[in-house]
């Protein structure tokens, strides 16, 4: 099994900053790719941001110039670096990642439990 555990959320001010960190622990041969999504209140899951294990990544256009996704393979963490926040960011922020369990099989999608990030104006 793999587990993926969320740290960093909490409760700030618009145009304050958030550094969310999310750590893959278990069975791991490899990961590819690691993002970060959000749900808000009423809304659909979105995604957030991507990087693959080379490092190129993606960005939702609502958050670019202003979000940073950044990996450490070599302690399996993703990080999210959130700066210039908004209320309309106010969400439950999850990790996911595409994980390899050994060199054979195909990845598996796994998620963490989510961290909820409330800005408030």
């Known amino acids: 099994q793999v587990q993926l555990v969320e740290s960093g959320g909490g409760p700030v001010q618009a145009g304050g900053s958030l550094r969310l960190s999310c750590v893959a622990s278990g069975r791991i041969f490899s990961i590819n790719a690691m993002s970060w999504y959000r749900q808000a209140p009423g809304k659909q899951r979105e995604l957030v941001a991507s990087i693959t294990s080379g490092g190129s990544t993606n960005y939702a256009d609502s958050v670019k110039g202003r979000f940073t996704i950044s990996r450490d393979n070599a302690k399996n963490t993703v990080y999210l670096q959130m700066n210039s926040l908004k209320p309309e960011d106010t969400a439950v922020y999850y990790c996911?990642?595409?994980?390899?369990?050994?060199?054979?099989?195909?990845?598996?999608?796994?998620w963490g439990q989510g961290t909820q990030v409330t800005v408030s104006s």
């Open positions: 996911y990642a595409a994980v390899m369990i050994s060199p054979i099989t195909n990845q598996y999608d796994y």
